[in-house]
């Protein structure tokens, strides 16, 4: 479904809903926040309890203010009722989509932690809200084996409770097991609809390589949202999904209108930054990723940025953001986050690669997801071992066994390797592939796929026989 938003009623055209905030969830990597109307908490200010307990999972985001009120009104509830085990995992749960939001994870991971934990003290037994919370955390640290025993437990303690099969799914795809988070998708839908299921069962039909369904059922969840936050939620990752398949412009005006939603959707102000690079618009891209950066510090905004830079010949600015980016994976450890995927990534274009490899062979036997298959076979072939580069490479794309995202840097990476072991032929069907999926991928990457191509002239696709 392409450019969806001209064909509904513009989102910040909606009248905000009339309430307040009032429940958490985390939803595809971030919490979420219900609200309901008539709650008040002192000062003025909306208040998410006493009805946030039973509206934990609403499925509803809102902005970083109004979760700032729910912390606030928590942290008094605890301190007055040390335990009310559900206002702990509340607590906890709203830490962690702070930290999430913010990129402060080495302040708020650890009080997220312990709030939950806190909650689990006091309700050793039976509590769904701190298992769910604790799921959440361990996603957010990329902490995939964790999230997926805490989910375990959640399900066990609850087994129709439906946000919990959001955790399982999203621990499942870390794990690299798609036939169970898709297994999770359906229990999910059989238990609730509404936006914030369809934008999940966007994150599994992409994963399937099901483009067109993941954009159409982000292009719903966005119609039928029912706040301005909840709408940029979802046209983010509509954005996202737009980039990957090659439409910086349908992209860009995703995350514009994200961003005029809530301006605090630093992830939107980032995917400005990629659409208006792809663009040619090199002055604008590097002013969004600034911003991003100032509000979201991720290692991935420097990673991008940096790159930007080199590709545009600063040398001085890249390595600055190059130096960040490891500063930021040293702060995000301490807050418990496994930065070895994008710091392998890192050290294997820009470092180095050996390192890369050992990081990466040790995230894979901890996670072994898709996306550290591509990053370890892409290691490997920068280390200069393209024969095992090949089978984490053909792990990463092969739609049988679960690599059906149709990921043009997934791509891009088996045909070099492929060119590196001397097979032209399934070398340049990829490059092209790559090309063909999104030619915007990467600012450095994308001229060395047209460059290997025009070193390969125009030769038969298929190999010749020995």
Same mark, same amino acid.
């Given at each position: 479904?392409?450019?969806?938003?001209?064909h509904?009623?513009?989102?910040?055209?909606?009248?905000?809903?009339?309430?307040?905030?009032?429940?958490?969830?985390?939803?595809?990597?971030?919490?979420?926040?219900?609200?309901?109307?008539?709650?008040?908490?002192?000062?003025?200010?909306?208040?998410?309890?006493?009805?946030?307990?039973?509206?934990?999972?609403?499925?509803?985001?809102?902005?970083?203010?109004?979760?700032?009120?729910?912390?606030?009104?928590?942290?008094?509830?605890?301190?007055?009722?040390?335990?009310?085990?559900?206002?702990? !995992?509340?607590?906890?749960?709203? %830490?962690? /989509?702070? =930290? &999430? +939001?913010?990129?402060?994870? @080495? #302040? *708020?991971?650890?009080?997220?932690?312990?709030?939950?934990?806190?909650?689990?003290?006091?309700?050793?037994?039976?509590?769904?809200?701190?298992?769910?919370?604790?799921?959440?955390?361990?996603?957010?640290?990329?902490?995939?084996?964790?999230?997926?025993?805490?989910?375990?437990?959640?399900?066990?303690?609850?087994?129709?409770?439906?946000?919990?099969?959001?955790?399982?799914?999203?621990?499942?795809?870390?794990?690299?097991?798609?036939?169970?988070?898709?297994?999770?998708?359906?229990?999910?839908?059989?238990?609730?609809?509404?936006?914030?299921?369809? !934008?999940?069962?966007?994150?599994? %039909?992409? /994963?399937? =390589? &099901? +483009?067109?369904?993941?954009? @159409? #059922? *982000?292009?719903?969840?966005a119609?039928g949202a029912?706040?301005?936050?909840?709408?940029?939620?979802?046209?983010?990752?509509?954005?996202?999904?737009?980039?990957?398949?090659?439409?910086?412009?349908?992209?860009?005006?995703?995350?514009?209108?994200?961003?005029r939603?809530?301006?605090?959707?630093?992830?939107?102000?980032?995917?400005?930054g990629?659409?208006?690079?792809?663009?040619?618009?090199?002055?604008?891209?590097v002013?969004?990723?600034?911003?991003?950066?100032?509000?979201?510090?991720?290692?991935?905004?420097?990673?991008?940025?940096?790159?930007?830079?080199?590709?545009?010949?600063?040398a001085?600015?890249?390595?600055?953001?190059?130096?960040?980016?490891? #500063?930021?994976?040293?702060?995000?450890?301490?807050?418990?986050?496994?930065?070895?995927?994008?710091?392998?990534?890192?050290?294997?274009?820009?470092?180095?690669?050996?390192?890369?490899?050992?990081?990466?062979?040790?995230?894979?036997?901890?996670?072994?997801?898709?996306?550290?298959?591509?990053?370890l076979?892409?290691?490997?072939?920068?280390?200069?071992?393209?024969?095992?580069?090949?089978?984490?490479?053909?792990?990463?794309?092969?739609?049988?066994?679960?690599?059906?995202?149709?990921?043009?840097?997934?791509?891009?990476?088996?045909?070099m390797?492929?060119?590196?072991?001397?097979?032209?032929?399934?070398?340049?069907?990829?490059?092209r592939?790559?090309?063909?999926?999104?030619?915007?991928?990467?600012?450095?990457?994308?001229?060395?796929?047209?460059?290997?191509?025009?070193?390969?002239?125009?030769?038969?696709?298929?190999?010749?026989?020995?």
């Amino acid at each position: 479904m392409e450019d969806t938003e001209n064909h509904r009623l513009p989102w910040y055209r909606r009248p905000p809903l009339v309430g307040s905030l009032v429940g958490v969830l985390v939803l595809a990597g971030g919490l979420v926040l219900l609200s309901l109307p008539g709650e008040r908490a002192g000062h003025g200010a909306p208040a998410p309890a006493p009805g946030a307990r039973a509206a934990v999972g609403a499925g509803v985001p809102v902005g970083l203010p109004e979760l700032a009120v729910l912390i606030d009104e928590r942290q008094r509830r605890v301190r007055e009722h040390p335990r009310d085990a559900p206002s702990w !995992a509340l607590l906890g749960a709203a %830490y962690v /989509e702070r =930290g &999430r +939001r913010t990129a402060d994870a @080495a #302040a *708020l991971y650890p009080r997220a932690e312990r709030a939950l934990r806190t909650s689990l003290k006091v309700r050793p037994k039976d509590n769904a809200e701190a298992y769910e919370g604790l799921a959440a955390l361990a996603g957010a640290r990329r902490d995939f084996r964790a999230a997926l025993a805490w989910a375990e437990a959640a399900r066990r303690s609850a087994p129709d409770r439906w946000t919990t099969y959001a955790q399982l799914i999203d621990a499942y795809t870390g794990l690299g097991d798609h036939k169970n988070a898709h297994r999770a998708l359906e229990r999910l839908r059989k238990l609730r609809s509404g936006p914030a299921v369809l !934008a999940r069962a966007a994150g599994v %039909y992409w /994963e399937q =390589g &099901r +483009r067109e369904d993941a954009q @159409a #059922a *982000l292009a719903d969840a966005a119609a039928g949202a029912e706040s301005p936050a909840e709408e940029a939620a979802w046209l983010e990752r509509a954005g996202q999904l737009a980039f990957e398949r090659g439409e910086p412009d349908s992209a860009l005006r995703h995350f514009r209108a994200a961003v005029r939603l809530d301006p605090d959707q630093w992830a939107a102000r980032a995917g400005q930054g990629r659409a208006l690079a792809a663009l040619g618009r090199i002055s604008e891209a590097v002013h969004a990723y600034r911003a991003a950066l100032a509000g979201q510090p991720l290692p991935q905004y420097a990673l991008e940025l940096g790159e930007l830079y080199e590709s545009s010949g600063q040398a001085r600015p890249a390595r600055a953001q190059y130096d960040l980016l490891r #500063a930021r994976v040293r702060r995000d450890a301490a807050g418990g986050v496994d930065g070895e995927l994008v710091l392998g990534l890192f050290e294997a274009d820009h470092g180095d690669p050996a390192s890369a490899v050992r990081r990466l062979r040790a995230e894979w036997r901890r996670q072994p997801g898709i996306a550290v298959a591509d990053a370890l076979g892409w290691a490997l072939h920068r280390a200069g071992d393209d024969k095992e580069a090949l089978k984490y490479a053909s792990i990463a794309t092969d739609r049988v066994h679960g690599g059906a995202v149709r990921s043009a840097p997934y791509v891009y990476h088996l045909g070099m390797i492929e060119l590196g072991l001397k097979r032209p032929g399934p070398g340049r069907r990829h490059l092209r592939e790559a090309l063909e999926l999104n030619p915007y991928f990467s600012r450095l990457h994308v001229p060395a796929a047209r460059a290997a191509l025009g070193r390969l002239g125009e030769v038969p696709d298929e190999d010749l026989p020995e």
